[in-house]
């Protein structure tokens, strides 16, 4: 579902690039931090890794503020996902980001193509 509201390919990068200090102390809860670490990222850090225009800036905070506690936390989980598994097989951020707000399109197609094959058998 969450993947429906951030659907934006530099709200991801932004968001793993803010959160990965949250990663040293992983707890499972870190969901409620979700917001805060964002925003503290984008206004105090100075950094902007994925080139947000200020209106970007705005609909991330904006869309991340209509998140319920679980949807922070599944958004969390896919980061966490990324940090744990994607940097050691050296699939850029960029990539991952892509990746991961396409693959739906791309999995109807792959499932489209397995159930063709299973039809031929």
């Known amino acids: 579902m969450v993947i429906w509201m951030l ?4 709200y991801w990068i932004t968001m793993a690039a803010a959160c990965r200090s949250l990663l040293i102390d992983f ?16 206004e105090l850090s100075g950094e902007n890794p994925a080139g947000l225009t200020e209106n970007e800036r705005v609909n991330l905070l904006g869309s991340l503020s209509l998140l319920d ?31 991961l707000l396409w693959w739906p399109v791309w999995a ?14």
Do not use: C, P
């Not at 940090?83 to 850029?92: A, G, K, R």
């Open 7 to 10: 659907t934006n390919e530099k």
């Open 69 to 99: 506690d679980a949807m922070a936390n599944e958004v969390f989980n896919i980061l966490l996902a990324f940090w744990n598994e994607y940097t050691d097989h050296d699939i850029s951020i960029d990539t991952w980001a892509r990746d």
């Open 27 to 42: 707890e499972g809860n870190e969901g409620q931090y979700l917001t805060i670490e964002i925003t503290d990222y984008l």
């Open 108 to 121: 109807d197609g792959i499932v489209t193509e397995e159930e063709e094959e299973d039809g031929e058998d």
